[in-house]
């Protein structure tokens, strides 16, 4: 297919496609070098082998499963002409986002209750890392929710309708990357130690 093709609207579609694929892609590979150095680093004497992670992370995990499906109902009720249930699961994703970030910032106050800390005396390599990964994961799940109200608010100016929907679906897209990232480094944490 070629790029240049077509009216200045679909270029423009391609344009901001391609752009969110970018960032999407260069997230992945930012990723991938902290978690590469998390398992460099675990060849330290002073690394902790058998750290539990916090329970507020399962449950944190199970929120954002949910409000990935939540965000599919959206855009569902929204190709279906349902304005007032796509605004529940607009804003059932938004809440679920922000349970979602108060549970990781739980798991936080776990780890310090476990006598580990981000740094200091008291901090450990190991901790220091899952610190990092989580509360990098966290930032972006804050782009993530910016990126929601951006979608709400347009939804309530009735900028989206079948045909007209691209600001939705680089949210939607967005928030499920957000996602499956933290499905990733949850995973990877659990299995990895």
Known sequence: MDLTQGTTEEKTI?????????????????FAGITSAFIVSSSREDWLKNFELPEAFTLSTIVIVISSLTIILAKRTLKKGDRKLTTVFLLATFVLGIIFIGSQLKGFDEIIAGGYYFTGASSNVTMSYIYVIAGL???????????????IYNHFKQKYHVGKMLGFELAATFWHFVDLLWLYLFFFLYFFR
């Open 137 to 151: 994961h966290i930032l972006h799940v804050i782009a993530g929710l910016i990126c929601l109200l951006v979608v």
């Open 14 to 30: 391609r344009a901001k496609k391609m752009m969110l694929w970018f960032g999407i892609i260069s997230l992945i590979m930012s």
